[in-house]
């Protein structure tokens, strides 16, 4: 089945320790979404990637970065993690960008800060 | 400011009908998503809104008023399974998706 895969699903790191999250999709989708939800909040996006093109969100902290090497991969970078940055992290794609293209959400990496 | 509102939980009876109502407000409107979220999980697709009216797609269906800026996603026959929460989600005028912070619905046996 076609879908969207994230690793790992859980991730414990300590405070300031550089963590990478991943993503992979067999959808061969256009874009690549990361958001970040707390508890009973909505989704944050962080970023996301239209084919090869970078969108940065204006309040996305400078402490997040991404990577898209090809179509299938994105990754999170989380350079010195801090104890707000523990949420569920969520990776999402989507065929396209624009109107009736609904976002196909993978398992989510939950990630806990020490 | 780009707004969406949904009652943040509701409780509701097996077997019952259920509406969940969003009010929008954003820059612009390219048409509105529900999602459903269990626990833990992520965000499943159920439906999507662009022009006023009902969408129905088996136990569930979704109204839109855009010169109300308001939707609801209706549930009938509500089982057990139907414990989640739904998150309405508006896209924007440059299609961004605005998400509001859910309905956590708790259905009761």
């Known amino acids: 089945d076609a879908m969207v895969i994230q690793n790992p699903r859980y991730q414990v790191t300590q405070f300031g320790k550089p963590v990478t999250l991943s993503c992979s999709q067999t959808?061969?989708?256009?874009?690549m979404y990361w958001y970040q939800q707390k508890s009973s909040q909505a989704p944050k996006l962080l970023f996301h990637y239209y084919d090869k093109d970078f969108n940065n969100e204006a309040d996305t902290p400078d402490n997040f970065q991404s990577r898209r090497p090809n179509t299938s991969f994105c990754f999170l970078d989380i350079r010195s993690p801090g104890l707000g940055d523990a949420a569920m992290y969520l990776c999402?794609?989507?065929?396209?960008?624009?109107?009736?293209?609904?976002?196909?959400f993978g398992p989510g990496t939950r990630l806990t800060v020490t | 400011g780009q707004n969406i509102d949904q009652p943040t939980e509701m409780t509701a009876t097996e077997g019952a009908i259920v509406q969940i109502n969003c009010t929008y407000q954003t820059s612009g409107f390219n048409g509105l998503f529900w999602y459903q979220q269990h626990a833990g999980e992520a965000p499943t697709f159920l439906s999507y809104?662009?022009l006023d009216g009902l969408e129905e797609k088996g136990r569930f269906s979704s109204f839109l008023s855009r010169s109300k800026g308001y939707s609801y996603l209706l549930l009938k026959e509500l089982q057990m399974k139907d414990s989640a929460s739904y998150l309405c989600a508006v896209q924007d005028s440059n299609y961004q998706l605005i998400w509001g912070a859910g309905t956590k619905l708790i259905i009761k046996p």
């Open positions: 959808l061969n989708h256009n874009v």
């Open positions: 999402a794609t989507s065929r396209d960008r624009g109107s009736s293209y609904e976002q196909y």
């Open positions: 809104n662009v």
